[in-house]
Each structure stands twice: as structure tokens, then as C-alpha cells.
């Protein structure tokens, strides 16, 4: 039976081998010798010794494609396993036994070898020209087998009279034969190799294909490449009034239209070309030569297209910046239909790097137009920061909808979400961008987030949207398009990149840095800007690093960074003016944290701007009057002329007050101990009482109205370490669950619906004295004063309250009266109290610790594995660990301390009658007699009629 087999290379861009092997044809169980010539693809390592492969195989169990297995190296490393050994003219060579060399486990189907070059340090890499990996590959052991050897791979480009040089080979010997658009060139009998050349001159402009045939006589088979004779580039200016990126004509057409200055020449490439170049595609250049652009007719009304520019002789490979879905070939296959449902498949094989998608006639979401929404207004701002991915375990738009009622009977009327926009990666803060038009997947899909806004202001709630504009990474086709690889350590923008600097202009710079002076940046962040507002009904911006904005050179001085720069106001002003131009009452918040007199001038002018007082609430909650004060959360003691300053204790960048509570907390005081969790808890009430209530916006971080006790650099393992500081947390709902995170929230709710409700708690007339150990608030209003007081001591403290009128004041948590006949008269709180006292009597809020919310309205997922006993931290601090656990229904519990002899340390608990649901204790790390045990590891027994666990503790310190 006679077999015809095909071939087809795909390898990318490329014109000449980056790696040649010996033999040609290798097998999985042969040895190989891989000889790299590191003038060619990208050419990042030309002139480097010694070079060292990295390396895997796709094979059988890949779950794409690409996905490399059996990775050999250690990355960063002089690893001498794949050192490389110079040959000369820049070429080096390795040579191993593959089963061995990549250690494939018995019944392994190897199909191609991946490889990336690097010098030692992992900061110069060798790839494909395209910034791709390299693929070899492999064949079955007597597999008949042909390649074209020249010219190497698909997606040539050729110009007109221009010989190309023809040579293939086969595995075995047999007739050989090269043709050109079908005709036979050269053919040669009982033969492993062939040659041929032809010139372009007889082929003339547009898309031809040469093809290897290789036949035995029992076997035939097949390869070819397709390669472009270049035309000349059309010059016309595209039609009046098309943007940048995607132009919908109607149902079937389209324009694309690509900003890309200097470039010599681009093709869409795409679905409609089967993913190869073609003249069809070749894009026309306006006459001033910085756009590029094609309009597309015959395309199917609501079909998705998936594309790509190819840019230049390298054909780098970008997706389009302003499309609103971007397929990544690495992160994509980890994200699940229940999040992502029915995404379409990335093109493997067929090209590399982010892929587009468009979909002309998509059907327009349908937004309910009977909400009666009205955008809280600016003062009476109460924000709750929140991260999807720690908030909710599926991660999605969609559950987090759900949540809404936990949210709005907390009594937050605004929402600001870490970036969603598409970045890098899977797991990440999403400060890492790289589309900015597109909802990264990871969370659903852009209806998922316009169904989550929508019920958002349903509920009265306004989602205010984190966005990174400082800055962007490396994906972001900005970057891509004009990029050094070999500039810096890790590679930089080349000095002619429209948008971006080549180096960072001030500190704390991450990924790369826009221009903001530059007008085609100016051009594209205002596009961004318009795009969430029109497209997603977003109520504002909160925009990272905004002291970024700004080309004065600053970097390595933080003081000069911070000091007045009417440059970066001119483009906060320009910035801000553009948004109001298309949401007059959109909010715009700044994370500025410049000298005061910019931020005056910005304030002044209707932005917003973070005012961090985290370590002033923290020596508050510690119990130490030593920088304490936090009268600066008042926009009035910065003289600014509205309250536009959105003061909070913790942000997702400070470390949580109820960690450092336990950790670092008064103890002079046992009967009042800082460190004991229940007493921290309690604390944070009082927090919460000398925070939300002043005039002005204020925001809290996700969970802290639960008492979070994770630190900020927590690790999975349980360890604490910066490196960790944005790793994925434990989410901790179970805590509504535990009776003083309970009441926490329930303060929480209390003081924010103080804010939202009441006139009074948005006044222009109030003073703060909080430079002591007893905190008081005073605010004046027609309709009610208000004393806010607080003993952040750990010792009661007697004082005169300041109430400003005699007659009876109201208590707003115990709704009890004060009579007051004397001014001067004092009270007495005792260490953490806190007190509202209003004029008029409000109704008494619900501390109660049930929270009103069945289990089935929101995700309630237990942390706790079964039989539900741990601890936190652990290995525990000096301070102690808290112990948590849960009871599936009542139960006396005895809780034992026991050292690895098997001697009882302490009890904790002993046949305690406790009722189902979380439970939440504290463990100093002392015995009975209260003296602290030495290092080492303890057992932790807990015991009941319907319960038993015993958990490890790892005590390092005494």
C-alpha cells in the first residue's frame, strides 16, 4: 500500500536556521548534537561565550502545542549540564542522548525539542527573530521522513530579483523532486539531498509556494513553504474619521488601522488568511507614514476573528492594542469554562505571542434602563478596595455579583477594583498590564463585568476602576513594536518608541515607562480613559502611580520626585478635563502622594487623592501615642478648599492593623493585652469609629471589617516573606461566622451608614484633636453636633470629653444619654473605648453578631481542612498564633498544648461548651504558669464529644 504523507515546518519569521541538528532527522532515542548559531533569529547572544541551552520537549502529555516538559537548566545559572561548547563564527554546539539528557519517563512519544539560548546570568536570550521559541523536531525511529532545509520555514519575504537557493533532504535515500507553484525545478533518483534556485524575476510580485518531495517507493512525502515576492507599499490616506484599531463599517467590513511610525511594512494577519501572509492583507501607509491600515469586506456577521499585525522583514507578530479580547498562549489553558465560557481556542502552531479577536455584528449588551441610579457624591464616599482574586475563590465577576448583599448591608457605596484590565500571567495584583481595552480573562468576560456594574448601581453602589497608565509590560504591542533586547539588563524601548521612555524618569519604576508628554501617549491614555466610562458605565478611575506622570528626571530622589512639578499638573489637568469632558461627575483619584502644595493644586481643581495614614492608625491600634496623630486624614489641615482626600488606615500596599496588633501590640497591660486577638478586634472598632466618620471620602481594604489577621506578605506555606507580598491570600469568609468579627463588621456597617445617611459627617465645620492618647472628633452641623472619642491607651483614662453644649447628648452604639450640666466635666474610658455622642438621638444600629446574610447569598468557603484545626501564623511569632477551627455543631471542647515528649504544656479551653461555627483563639506560646516555653515543635490536641484534631505548631522564638 502505497502511503503519501505531508509536512508542513512551522517556523515563524524566519529566514535562515537558528539551529541545525546532527543527524538531520533525529529521533527520540538518538544522540544529537544541537549547534546553535547565535547570529541568527533575534541575535541577542552574537559575541557571547559561554552560551547555555534551555531546553524541553513537547511531547504526548503537552497540554498545548508549546507547552514545554522535561525542562533542563536552572535558569540564571552557570548549569554545566547545558553548557555549550563554541565551534567558532558565533555558533556552539551541545550534543546528548535525548531519553537520557531530558530523563523521559517509559512510554514518552517525543514530538519536537523547544529551546531557548542564554549567557549565564539569564538576562540575554536567543530565541526565534520573533521573540518565539525555538522548536526541532523529533521523528520516530524509522520514520521515512523529507524537510526543506533551504530556504527554512514559512512566512518568507522576498523582493523582486532575488535568487532564492533551494536544498532538501530525506531520511532514507529515494526520488527527490523540488517544484515551484507546482512545476518540477530540479528532481534526482536514489537520493538523501536535493538542490535547486530560481529568481523571482520569473515569478513576479505576490505569494508562491515551493514544495520537497520524497519518495521511496513505498512511502511518499511531502513538504513546502509558502514565500511573499514583496510589491511596493500603497500610499493613501484612510477614510476621514477612522481610529486606531478596530473600525466596524457594518456587519461583514471593516477597517483596521495600526499606529506604527517608521515602519517599512505590515500585513493583518489572521483567520481570514489561514494564518499566512498574503497580498490580499498587505496594509496600505498614509502619506505622513505613521499609519497603517486595510479595510476587510466578505467577513461573517457575529463570527469571531482571531489576528495579528506582522510587522517589518522579522514579521514580528503583535496583537492590537485597543481590541477588547486578547487570547495568551501561556496563561489561557489555566482559566476555566466556569469562569470564561465557550472562549475561542488560540491558534497554535500557526503563529505566537497575544492574539486579537474582533467579531463584526456582535450583539450590543442590553443595559436595564429602569435603574434609578445616582452617583454618590464625592463626600460621603465610603470605598471598599477589593482584589477579585483573594475575594472570591471562582475568581469571577459573576460570584462576585453575589456578594453585593454582604456588601451593601456593610453600608460601602462604592467598590474600587484592583486593575482588570488584561495583564500578564493569571495570578497578579494586575498592576502588571499589557491591553488596556481588554477584561482580563481570568475573571470572566466583559458582559460578566457589565452585568457586575449594573447591579452594582442597582444596589446604589459605584465601581470605581484601578487602572496602571505609569507604566506597562513587556506584551504590550507599544512595547513590542520598538524594543532593544539587548539594551539594559533586561532589555529597553529604542529611543524612536512613540510611547514610552527608554528608561524610567523617577523611582519605584516598574515594567516600562509611558511618556506622558509624548502626544501619541497623551492620544491613547485619553482613549483608554473614554473606553471604560462609554463602553462599562464606570462611575471613575483610581490611577496607580500618578506622580509617575511626569518627564523630569528624578530618579534615585524620592524628595525631588515629590516636590511641586507644574508639568505633571498640566497633564492631571489636561487628563482630568478629557474625562469630564465624558462623565462630568466621574471620579478621578490620584495615588499621588506628592509635596502638599501639588496636591492643593490638583485637590483644588476636582480630583481625588489617596491620603494614607496608615502608620497613625497603627500606633492608634498598637496602643502608643508616639506618631499617632492622624489629623492629616482632615483635607482642611492640608488647606485644601474641598474634601477631596479619601483618608484609610490600610490599602492593599500597607501591612493589616490587626497583624500588627497581634504582633507588635501594647502588653503592658495583661488584663488589656494588645496581642490577644479578641482584644485587637476590639481595637479595630475603635479604628473604624475614628476613621469613617470624619468629613470626607474614606476607604478600607477587603476584609479588615472581618479583623483580617494575614499579614500582607504571607505565604502559602504559611511562612512570612516579602517575596510573597503578592501572592494569592487565604479568603476568609468563615470569619462572618466568628462572633467579634461579627460585631466588627456590624461596627463597621454602623459608622459607614453614619457617613451616608447623615449631613452632619460630611460638614465643613469640624476639628480634630488627636495628637494624644485620647482621640476626640468634633463636628458642627444645623442638623446635629457630633464628639467622636476614642482611648487608644491601654490604661483608662479620665478627660474632659468637649462637648460644646450643655443638655443631653446620645450615645450612638449603646443608645444611652448623657445629660451634660458641666463643660468641664470628665468621663472615663477604659483602654480601646470608643464613643459617638450625637445631639440627636439616631435609632440604635444592629451590633448583634449574626449577620443578617443566609450562606446560600454569597460564597462562604471554609479555609478550615477537615477536621478543621489550624493556626496562624506558623511557625508562630514571639507574639503568639491564633487558633482556628470549626464545629459542625455544638460541643464541649477541651484545647491542649502538649511538647513532643507528650507532657501537657497548657490548656486553653478545657470542656468548654461552645456552639457550631468558627472558633478563633489565641496562644502567646506560654505554658500554664504564663512563662514562655522554649523553642521547638508542639502539639496541639483538640478534643469533644463529636470532635478530635490534632494539629503541629512550629515555635522558633521564646
Known amino acids: 500500500m502505497r502511503k503519501i504523507l505531508f509536512v508542513c515546518l512551522a517556523g515563524i519569521g524566519v529566514h535562515a536556521q537558528v539551529i541545525t541538528t546532527i543527524p538531520v532527522f533525529p529521533t527520540q532515542n538518538d544522540t544529537v548534537t544541537i549547534i546553535y548559531d547565535a547570529t541568527q533569529g533575534n541575535g541577542a547572544l552574537a559575541g557571547f561565550v559561554p552560551i547555555y541551552a534551555h531546553t524541553g520537549v513537547i511531547t504526548n502529555t503537552s497540554p498545548t502545542p508549546t507547552s514545554w516538559m522535561h525542562v533542563q537548566g ?21 550534543t546528548y542522548h535525548i531519553p537520557t539528557f531530558y530523563n523521559l519517563p517509559t512510554g514518552t512519544i517525543v514530538h519536537k525539542m523547544a529551546f531557548v539560548f542564554r549567557n549565564a546570568s539569564g538576562t540575554r536570550v536567543g530565541r526565534n527573530a520573533d521573540g518565539s521559541d525555538i522548536f526541532v523536531d523529533v521523528y520516530q525511529p524509522g520514520q521515512f521522513a523529507a524537510k526543506l532545509i533551504k530556504p527554512f520555514g514559512n512566512h518568507q519575504i522576498r523582493q523582486i530579483n532575488q535568487v532564492i537557493e533551494i536544498e532538501g533532504a530525506s531520511s532514507d535515500f529515494g526520488t527527490l523532486s523540488i517544484k515551484v507553484n507546482g ?24 505569494k508562491h509556494y515551493i514544495s520537497l518531495e520524497a519518495s521511496n517507493g513505498s512511502t511518499t512525502v511531502h513538504d513546502s513553504i509558502y514565500f511573499i515576492v514583496q510589491p511596493p507599499v500603497s500610499v493613501q490616506n484612510p477614510p476621514a474619521n477612522i481610529k486606531y484599531g478596530i473600525n466596524y463599517l457594518n456587519d461583514s467590513s471593516l477597517i483596521l488601522c495600526l499606529h506604527a511610525p517608521n515602519k517599512q511594512f505590515v500585513y493583518a494577519v489572521g483567520d481570514w488568511s489561514d494564518w499566512e501572509l498574503d497580498p490580499k492583507y498587505f496594509m496600505k501607509k498614509n502619506q505622513n507614514g505613521d499609519i497603517w491600515w486595510i479595510q476587510i469586506n466578505g467577513l461573517t456577521p457575529k463570527q469571531q476573528y482571531r489576528y495579528q499585525y506582522w510587522i517589518d522583514s522579522t514579521l514580528l507578530q503583535v496583537g492590537d492594542v485597543y481590541a477588547d479580547l486578547q487570547l495568551d498562549p501561556w496563561n489561557d489553558p489555566f482559566i476555566p469554562p466556569t469562569v470564561y465560557p465557550n472562549l475561542i481556542g488560540y491558534p497554535y502552531g500557526k503563529t505566537s505571542h497575544v492574539v486579537s479577536v474582533l467579531q463584526p455584528g456582535e450583539e450590543p449588551y442590553q443595559w436595564d434602563t429602569t435603574i434609578s441610579y445616582q452617583r454618590p457624591p464625592k463626600e460621603k464616599l465610603v470605598i471598599y478596595e477589593l482584589l477579585v482574586r483573594d475575594f472570591i475563590h471562582s475568581h469571577n465577576f459573576k460570584s462576585l455579583k453575589d456578594t453585593l448583599p454582604y456588601l451593601k448591608e456593610l453600608g460601602i457605596n462604592a467598590v474600587k477594583i484592583m486593575p482588570i484590565m488584561e495583564f500578564e500571567g493569571n495570578e497578579s495584583w494586575g498592576y502588571n498590564p499589557m491591553f488596556y481595552f481588554a477584561v482580563d480573562k481570568y475573571y470572566g468576560t466583559k458582559n460578566d463585568f457589565k452585568r457586575f456594574v449594573e447591579e452594582c448601581h442597582r444596589n446604589g453602589i459605584a465601581v470605581i476602576l484601578d487602572i496602571a497608565l505609569n507604566h506597562s509590560f513587556g506584551q504590550n504591542p507599544q512595547v513590542r513594536m520598538y524594543f532593544n533586547p539587548n539594551a539594559g539588563q533586561f532589555g529597553q524601548p529604542t529611543p524612536d518608541n512613540p510611547w514610552f521612555n527608554e528608561t524610567d524618569r523617577h523611582p519605584f519604576g516598574v515594567g516600562y515607562d509611558y511618556n506622558h508628554e509624548s502626544p501619541h501617549t497623551r492620544q491613547f491614555s485619553k482613549r483608554v480613559m473614554e473606553y471604560w466610562i462609554r463602553e462599562f458605565k464606570i462611575d471613575g478611575y483610581r490611577f496607580d502611580l500618578s506622580k509617575g506622570f511626569t518627564q523630569n528626571f528624578t530618579l534615585g530622589n524620592i524628595a525631588a520626585w ?8 498640566n497633564i492631571w489637568l489636561d487628563y482630568s478635563s478629557h474625562i469630564w469632558s465624558v462623565d462630568s461627575t466621574a471620579y478621578v483619584i490620584l495615588e499621588h502622594f506628592a509635596d502638599n502644595d501639588e496636591e492643593t493644586v490638583l485637590a483644588n481643581n476636582g480630583m481625588m487623592l489617596w491620603g494614607m495614614m496608615h502608620e497613625q492608625y497603627k500606633q492608634s491600634i498598637l496602643g502608643f501615642q508616639s506618631n499617632s496623630n492622624f489629623s492629616w486624614v482632615s483635607h482642611q489641615a492640608r488647606g485644601w478648599n474641598h474634601p477631596h482626600l479619601i483618608g484609610y488606615a490600610v490599602s492593599h500596599d500597607e501591612e493589616r492593623l490587626v497583624y500588627e496588633a497581634l ?100 460638614t465643613n465645620n469640624f476639628n480634630l484633636d488627636v495628637g494624644g492618647l485620647i482621640k476626640r472628633i468634633f463636628l458642627y452641623h444645623p442638623t446635629m ?50 464613643r459617638i455622642y450625637t445631639t440627636l438621638q439616631l435609632p440604635a444600629p444592629d451590633l448583634s453578631p449574626v449577620i443578617p446574610l443566609s450562606t446560600d447569598e454569597i460564597e462562604i468557603t471554609r479555609f478550615l481542612d477537615d477536621p478543621g484545626l489550624r493556626t496562624y501564623p506558623n511557625p508562630m511569632t514571639s507574639a503568639g498564633t491564633s487558633i482556628d477551627f470549626y464545629l459542625s455543631l455544638p460541643d464541649e471542647i477541651t484545647l491542649e498544648i502538649y511538647d513532643l515528649g507528650g507532657r501537657k504544656v497548657h490548656t486553653l479551653l478545657k470542656g468548654e461548651k461552645l456552639e457550631a461555627g468558627n472558633q478563633l483563639y489565641w496562644w502567646n506560646g506560654a505554658d500554664d504558669s504564663g512563662a514562655k516555653l522554649r523553642p521547638g515543635l508542639y502539639i496541639l490536641k483538640l478534643s469533644g464529644k463529636h470532635h478530635s484534631a490534632t494539629y503541629r505548631i512550629n515555635k522558633l522564638t521564646r
Not at 562 to 569: A, K, L, T
Not at 811 to 834: H, K, M, R, W
Open 74 to 94: 536552572n535558569w540564571g545559572t552557570a548549569d554545566p549540564k547545558v553548557l555549550m561548547t563554541p565551534i567558532g563564527n558565533n555558533k556552539h554546539q551541545i
Open 183 to 206: 512545476t518540477t525545478i530540479s528532481q534526482q533518483t536514489n537520493a538523501k539531498t536535493i538542490t535547486a534556485s530560481i529568481n523571482t524575476n520569473l515569478l513576479g510580485f505576490g
Open 562 to 569: 515629590n516636590q511641586y512639578d507644574q508639568s505633571r499638573i
Open 663 to 762: 504582633n507588635f501590640g501594647n502588653t503592658s497591660n495583661q488584663a488589656h493585652n494588645v496581642r490577644e486577638l479578641n482584644t485587637a478586634l476590639k481595637r479595630s472598632e475603635m479604628i473604624a469609629a475614628l476613621l469613617i466618620p470624619i468629613p470626607g471620602p474614606k476607604m478600607w481594604w477587603q476584609f479588615d471589617e472581618l479583623g483580617y489577621p494575614y499579614s500582607i506578605n504571607y505565604c502559602s506555606n504559611g511562612t512570612i516573606s516579602p517575596n510573597c507580598r503578592t501572592d494569592r491570600k487565604p479568603i476568609r469568609w468563615d470569619y462572618i461566622q466568628v462572633t467579634n468579627s461579627a460585631r466588627l463588621y456590624k461596627v463597621y456597617a454602623a459608622v459607614s451608614k453614619l457617613k451616608t445617611q447623615y449631613p452632619a459627617f460630611s
Open 785 to 834: 453636633d457630633v464628639v467622636i472619642l476614642g482611648n487608644i491607651h491601654v490604661q483608662p483614662i479620665s478627660f474632659v470629653p468637649g462637648f460644646n453644649k450643655t443638655g443631653t447628648w446620645y450615645e450612638y452604639f449603646t443608645s444611652t444619654s448623657l445629660n451634660v450640666t458641666d463643660l468641664n466635666a470628665q468621663i472615663t474610658l477604659q483602654p480601646g473605648e470608643y
